[in-house]
């Protein structure tokens, strides 16, 4: 399928009669890879081969083609300063209350009782806040990008959307392999990791060297098969802070504007983050925010629910939230189209 488009894209085709008589052309050659696919391994040209055809090339529109030009000059000075120096506006938007749709067990039974009789419970500040693991509570966003582009330049320009939002001055990318969001450990965050038994020394967040606030980081991190976006720097510019290295060496990347996606069919073109390292309840909120600022269009969460001011959490502990695929089920290309693969290495 992602031979096709890329195909598609290189001989610049745009009408199935062009395919097929190139299929044609192919399997005289004894190459009948691509006549089967034209014609589902009929006699005739699939009914849908058009509309496949036109699917790699979606009209754009005029704020769309100015978000494919290239990011240079007074733009890109702009973003670097706001990274540098975050704007405080977001700061009054991220009030929102946390509540708990389901908690497992004899728990959610009557937690569903209390959700029929129209209330749910709430998350007071003296109760544990939750949080979010790849192991204990899951949660993953699910996003399509800006016009079906996902480049190191998107990826830049959300770490500066996340750095407007209060708490996250200090957000940077991850260094793990595929790529994501480390996301600054909050005092509150702290609290709640050390309730939880997850903190793995008991000392006050005030007392916390910056060496082991760096390493109690959260993070979001991009999944290999969804948008991976690994990067890391080769240097440090003279004066600059270890966590804003990123700002100035990151545009310089020769694979700056590359888009990533550009051989996949629209429908495939997602990216995918999920929760690592205690990730805290105002990261997702403000990641989702700094997502929709960027104009990325938000397709499913995974673990809880954002509706207005409430942060609802729909995930249970110890993995019991996890979708898994039955034997036999949908196929990787389904699952990742759905946001349930589980593969994020």
Sequence with gaps: HLEVYRLVRERKIHLAEE??????????????GLLNYCTGGGATVKKNLQKTIDAVWV????EDSGHQKVLCGPKLQ???????????????NTSFKVVELCVGGLASILDAGIRRRGRSKAISKEEKLPLFDHFERQAEIIFRPHGGIWRLRDFFEVLVACRQHDGLAAVEPSPCPQGGLRLPRSEAGWKAMMAAGVAGQDKAFAKLSDSERASA?????LC??????????????????AHNVWIYAMPKEANF????????PM???IVRLWAKHHVEDKHLVAVIQALEACQHQICQTKGFDLKRDEL??????????????????????????????????
């Design 19 to 32: 395919l097929f008589s190139l299929a044609q052309s192919l399997n005289e050659g004894g190459e009948p």
């Design 312 to 345: 609802c959490v729909t995930g249970t502990q110890a993995g019991s939230g996890a979708e898994k695929p039955a034997q036999g089920g949908s196929s990787e290309a389904e699952l990742i189209r759905d946001g349930l693969s589980t593969s994020c290495s």
């Design 224 to 241: 290999q098969a969804c948008g991976a976006m690994p990067w890391a720097s080769n240097g440090m510019p003279k004066g600059a802070k």
């Design 257 to 264: 504007e590359d888009d990533t996606l550009y051989d996949r």
């Design 59 to 62: 009209p754009t529109s005029q």
């Design 217 to 221: 980081a959260a993070e979001l991190r």
């Design 78 to 92: 702009e973003l670097q300063r706001r990274a540098l120096k975050p704007s405080k506006k977001c700061s009054e």
């Design 267 to 269: 429908e495939e073109k």
